[in-house]
């Protein structure tokens, strides 16, 4: 898309000039040198593009502009064109590409079959089945490409994930019927720090992981020896599991009067588990008795009441029904016809269409398999999902070209999954996958999509979109060093995770315009942000909206989820801030550097000059000029905040200088006036934001010819005044969303370098 | 260790609390396999990112190694052990015509001896030496290859220079366009290669893997007709599908075959630990374990990924390890990225020590395999691809004729291709290959002078 928005600000420039003028003369002084005919160095020869027609061959002349214009050919050494020359020949070829992009016949394109990535498999499965699984424990990660994860050509299906798939499947059905039988007698197991199988976080908490074997009901007994001075009140014991606090129980921990010696008590819970490895951890919450108390007396039952052990008995049979059970077997699985009946319900929202009579027939089969093994007709059923859960339809999202090679709108039941993977990273729900069977889905399509986005599965365009296109996800990667930033910790991380996702939330749920990305004066805080950013006011764990009272943030580049995933362990990086800022933010990723040119020398912060001043002695070499004087200086825009988004105004000794001039010449002194400056360049975000839900909506990277519907959308999205909801709706209604290119058997995909940039 | 059921009475299959009961490692309880057959040669890849200081790497000498320079220094003990192998290039590494990327490329074609295509999306590398091997060999064993690493893919943004991460999160390649992600968490590698712990009797597994082909059986012929009318993409997407299933069918027919298993010798592992040499340490545990009970022959360990920002706290080095290898000659962090290089060889050395711990016939595991530590940049900060820092360790089968003699640096002549060696390795693991990468034939000295 770059060479696009190239296209358009050199335009002008071309104006008038010819081939002959603009480009033939500097292809035969700057490159034929080199580059012609026997000496064809590297394979390139120039000569058959010194003529108008070559420039049919995009791909090649896409990389020959490509290398003027990063300034890697000609070569240092080698005479290079006047800078005027380079452009007047890139903005000719340019000019030319965009006369012929009008031209072209509109191309949805086609996706290639997409395999569930994590996050979809995880939701599929909650959806269809009501059973909690979090593949991103146990499947291998998905490889991303255009900065998403969920690309089909990238997604790609390995023997291990294959191994995953089949273990999953087994049990995820065994948790949502729960056919197998229970043991006869409940087991026991203990966990007790004497067998040194316990973990102690703290000295009021313990904690081991367990595997739970069967869904269903345990006995939680907790060993608590010692007790505490007389007096001593009551304490809240709260049970954890995977970190979510489960359920709470009072605790008395003054002498019960009743022994002299060795005082012990135990506590009970019952309550129902899911199957898998847990982490379980119990503790005292808010037990200020033994802050004051020594390792030693901490584990004296003399001084202190403490938690030593764990025990699991069980399992029982759970007393209500589980849900997922219950919504399942629609019927009695004993009588005849009913597993048939069953599987056609479930293999419909399996497979997210309508199924054929051999299709469950074969799903049947498993059944009677079962049961000639001597197994239930339940445990037949759990079998048969097992195997839906293993199958291509399921697995895969398959859309299917009714005449190849032929542009078609695709089916209302590829366009159903298409939507809730889109907005839902899940499953279409009954009403979206009934509105496909009776082919209305198309008229309902604005309807359909404003219910969903109510719809709390929604949710998760701010964790799966917004999360890749910010690059928050990362937050669990980067590790501050904790000398030069103590105030690290998991709650901050986790906060400031929250905020960007609430923001992005609000600003969907409540249809607000895009530009709030780049100045909203409001965000998300709780206590322990808020004391990040140094904002008064903001008491307790909980988020909630607050209104800047001063313009030190607004916006997202202000958030320190953002700051602290563009910045190094260490330290600020304004190079990766104003890369980000370019690839995230205005859609105009630079070019990567060329081959010989070393990066950047802002590794000597501290010695001889601040950071900006050694930089900009650095940048005083053209070649590095040219990139960094646009990356730079949104950098150091940026530079009040340090590395986990702090604000700051001095960095070390050297006072910061936040202030910058844009190639454009625009210049600010401070992030809100660089804030202003990037809000007139709305139409460049609300493209950028248009290209990269685009290709998250799709599953694909994008080709030139979708450049005519990013147009459009984003025309629109100005139109109504940027508006969230349009955008959404516009992606839903443009042509790569509700069409396909058919592709011939035998016809090899031909995509070329253009899909990489 | 391990112990079969072949081997050993099943007694000795003590089960407390769900998990095995860690038992020492002891000689006696070797599998039926020494005693049969010779022992197979196993290979291994382990590949480390951003280069490795090349000053603290080669030897001043060629020929027999004297003292070994710092980075290397932890392999002093089993220096007979170590081939330091020099001059090799790997070609595909470089730009050519590509353009900035070198992190992107040179890792996704170290194995497989070509340029990766320059693409976000609809990648292409070539299928690697290790997998040309687990074709041939593979149905031997269990795993016909393991893939292994320590870190987690980088979960957002771009990886390099228009590259897609697919070429920095794997090292193994199946195919063109089918790598093998490798295994991150202990717990999974400890599930995979030792089953998941549950409780089940002999006629419940029996039960269970019957009933697990059935369910393969259904989804291979499902996939078959769903095919006939795909587009070619399409069908490629769901070509990989069916040969993953067909990995697993074969599977299991093997485990029900032997009807064997093993048991480690460890608790199973939750989770991934914190610290690094922790776990390297069971990682690699567990690799020796795959190793000595034949569960596999060749593995591929991807240590980090090819420009990773990994700090090393561990070691008081918070900078990111990327960074750092672009030091412009500043001596304090040349400094740490050559403590980051050593510290990485440490718990190889130890890895190395574990194989050697451990009898096979009448020498040792190390003896009878090929454990190549390597990395596809040599300088980090100028990203060159030629005379990339390359040490074999083991004998590659030194209990029979023709092992490697170890002990000694090779230098080879200059642009010498990285392939050349791999494909002399795939000789000598019975796998004849006639063109292999940029190969221009084999490479001399590994074998027995």
């Given amino acids: 898309m770059r060479s696009f928005c190239f296209g358009l600000v050199f335009a002008a420039i071309a104006a008038g000039q010819s081939f002959e003028q603009a480009v033939q003369p500097v292809l035969a002084k700057n490159c034929a040198g080199c580059h012609q005919d026997r000496l064809a160095s590297g394979g390139f020869n120039a000569t058959p593009y010194m003529k108008l027609a070559s420039l ?19 070569p240092k050494g080698a005479p290079r064109p006047s800078e005027a020359e380079a452009k007047a020949l890139i903005a000719f070829v340019e000019a030319e590409f965009t006369k012929a992009d009008k031209l072209v016949k509109p191309d949805p394109g086609r996706v290639t079959a997409r395999r569930l990535n994590r996050a979809e498999y995880s939701n599929t499965i909650r959806d269809l089945l009501g059973v909690d699984f979090r593949a991103e424990r146990d499947f291998p990660s998905d ?87 007389a007096g001593a009140p009551p304490v809240k014991m ?64 003399k001084r202190n009441k403490f938690l030593n052990s764990i025990t699991f008995v069980g399992p029982f049979a759970a007393k209500g029904e589980r849900a997922s059970r219950k919504k399942l077997l629609i019927c009695d699985p004993k009588l005849a016809g009913c597993s048939t009946k069953i599987l056609t319900a479930l293999a419909r929202r399996a ?96 309807t359909q999509i404003k219910r969903m986005l109510k719809d709390v599965k929604a949710v998760s365009l701010a964790d799966n979109f917004a999360g890749q296109w910010l690059e928050t996800r990362n937050l669990d990667q980067v590790k501050p060093d904790p000398k030069k930033f103590p105030e690290w910790s998991p709650d901050l991380r986790d906060a400031m995770k929250t905020e960007t996702r609430m923001f992005f939330q609000t600003l969907l749920q409540e249809n607000r315009p895009l530009t709030e990305f780049l100045d909203a004066n409001y965000t998300f805080l709780n206590d322990r942000l808020a004391a990040h950013y140094g904002i008064p006011g903001v008491d307790g764990p909980e988020f909630r909206r607050v209104t800047f009272a001063t313009n030190e943030r607004g916006g997202i580049l202000s958030h320190a989820s953002v700051l602290t995933v563009s910045s190094y362990p260490t330290r600020t990086s304004p190079v990766i801030r104003g890369k980000y800022v370019l690839q995230n933010i205005l859609g105009t990723p630079p070019p990567p550097p060329p081959p010989d040119v070393p990066a950047l020398d802002e590794e000597k912060v501290g010695n001889a000059g601040s950071l900006r001043q050694q930089m900009e002695a650095h940048r005083s070499s053209p070649t590095c000029a040219s990139c960094h004087s646009r990356m730079d200086v949104l950098g150091f825009g940026l530079e009040n905040y340090d590395g986990t988004g702090k604000w700051r105004t001095k960095e070390g000794k050297f006072e910061i200088d936040a202030s910058g001039t844009m190639p454009g010449g625009k210049s600010f002194q401070t992030p809100a006036e660089m804030r202003t400056i990037l809000k007139d360049n709305a139409p460049e975000f609300s493209r950028c934001l248009t290209e990269k839900m685009l290709t998250y909506a799709l599953g694909r990277g994008l080709e030139r010819y979708d450049r005519k519907a990013i147009e459009e959308i984003n025309q629109r999205v100005i139109g109504s005044g940027y508006r969230f909801e349009t955008l959404i709706l516009e992606i839903a209604h443009s042509l790569p969303f509700l069409e396909r290119r058919g592709e011939l058997p035998k016809q090899v995909s031909t995509k070329t370098e253009s899909a990489s940039r | ?75 002093e003990p089993f ?8 001059n090799l290039t790997h070609n595909g590494g470089r730009a050519l015509l590509d353009g900035a990327g070198d992190h992107g490329r040179c890792c996704g074609g170290y194995l497989s001896g070509v340029q990766v295509r320059k693409t976000m999306v609809d990648i292409k590398a070539g299928i690697s030496c290790d997998q040309i091997v687990a074709n041939d060999i593979g149905r031997q064993t269990r795993f016909p290859s393991l893939e292994v690493g320590l870190e987690d893919a980088r979960q957002a943004g771009d990886c390099d220079s228009g590259y897609s991460c697919a ?56 996939t078959k007709a769903l095919q006939a009318n795909l587009g070619p993409t399409d069908k490629r997407k769901l070509d990989e599908y069916l040969s993953s299933i067909r990995d697993i069918e074969r599977q299991l027919l093997k485990a029900e075959k032997d009807n064997s298993q093993v048991n480690p010798g460890m608790d199973k592992p939750y989770g991934v630990p914190a610290d690094f040499a922790e776990h390297f340490k069971l990682m690699t545990d567990m690799m020796t374990v795959a190793f000595q009970a034949d569960l596999t022959r060749v593995m591929t360990f991807l240590v980090t990924r090819e420009g990773t920002s990994r700090a090393y706290r561990e070691i008081g080095i918070a900078d990111g390890h990327h960074p750092l290898t672009h030091h412009r000659n500043e001596p304090e962090m040349m400094e740490k990225v050559a403590q980051i ?109």
């Fill in chain 1, 56 to 74: 049919t061959q995009r791909d090649d002349w896409e990389r020959i502009v490509q290398r003027i214009r990063t300034g890697e050919m000609p």
């Fill in chain 1, 143 to 229: 490889d991303s490409g255009h900065g998403f994860d969920n690309i089909g050509d990238v997604l790609t299906i390995s023997p291990i994930l294959m191994e995953k798939y089949l273990t999953a499947a087994e049990r995820i059905a065994a948790r949502a019927i729960g056919a197998d039988p229970l043991p006869k007698k409940p087991l026991e197991f203990e966990y007790h720090t004497k067998d040194k199988n316990i973990r102690r976080p703290n000295k009021s908490s313990i904690e081991a992981t367990h595997r739970v074997e069967w869904e269903a009901e345990y006995v939680i007994r907790i060993g608590l020896p010692g007790e505490r001075a």
């Fill in chain 1, 238 to 301: 709260g049970l954890w599991m995977d970190g979510k606090l489960l359920t709470t129980k009072m605790v008395e921990t003054k002498p019960s009067g009743l022994v002299y010696f060795n005082p012990y008590s135990a506590e009970e819970l019952r309550l129902e588990l899911p199957e898998g490895d847990h982490t379980f951890r119990v503790g005292f919450i808010d037990d200020e008795f033994v802050k004051g108390l020594s390792d030693k007396d901490a584990y004296s039952d």
């Fill in chain 1, 351 to 446: 497979y997210r269409r309508p199924v054929t009579r051999a299709e469950v027939a074969a799903l049947d089969r498993f059944v009677t398999l079962a049961k000639a093994d001597g197994q239930s007709a339940e445990q037949g059923i759990q079998l048969a999902v097992q195997a839906m859960l293993v199958s291509p339809h399921f697995l895969f999202r398959i859309e299917r070209d009714p005449a190849s090679g032929v542009v078609h709108p695709i089916s209302d039941l590829d366009l159903a999954s298409r939507l809730s993977y889109f907005l839902w990273s899940s499953m279409p729900d009954e009403q979206l996958l009934a509105l496909a069977e009776a082919k209305q889905l198309r008229a309902q399509l604005d």
């Fill in chain 2, 1 to 75: 260790m391990m112990i079969t059921r072949k081997a050993l009475n099943r007694r000795t299959f003590l089960r407390g609390a769900g998990t095995a009961v860690a038992l020492p490692f002891l000689d006696a309880m070797t599998p039926a396999l020494t005693a049969a057959t010779k022992a197979p040669v196993r290979m291994a890849f382990v590949y480390v990112p951003n280069g490795i200081d090349m000053r603290h790497w080669n030897p001043a000498n060629e020929g027999a190694l004297q003292e070994l320079p710092r980075i290397l220094k932890p392999m």
């Fill in chain 2, 79 to 86: 220096k007979q052990d170590v081939t330091l192998l020099s």
């Fill in chain 2, 167 to 222: 070429y920095t999160n794997n090292l193994a390649w199946r195919g063109d366009a089918q790598p093998l992600p490798p295994v991150l968490d202990p717990r999974a590698l400890f599930e995979r290669l030792f089953g998941d712990g549950a409780n089940l009797s002999p006629e419940q597994k029996a039960l269970r893997s019957k009933q697990r082909r059935s369910i393969l059986d259904f989804v291979t012929g499902d």
């Fill in chain 2, 341 to 449: 290089n050593t510290y990485h060889v440490t718990q190889f050395a130890a890895w190395m020590e574990k194989m050697k711990s451990i009898r096979e016939g009448d020498g040792n595991l190390l003896d009878n395999s090929m454990i190549v530590y390597g990395a596809g940049l040599s300088d980090g900060n100028r990203h060159t691809h030629e005379d990339l820092p390359t040490m074999m360790v083991g004998g590659g089968g030194r209990s029979m004729n023709g092992g490697i003699k170890g002990g000694r640096r090779i230098v080879y002549r200059k642009e010498t291709p990285m392939s050349n060696l791999f494909l002399t390795m795939m000789d000598r693991m019975g796998t004849k290959v006639d063109h292999f990468g940029d190969a221009t034939g084999r490479i001399e000295g590994l074998d027995l002078l």
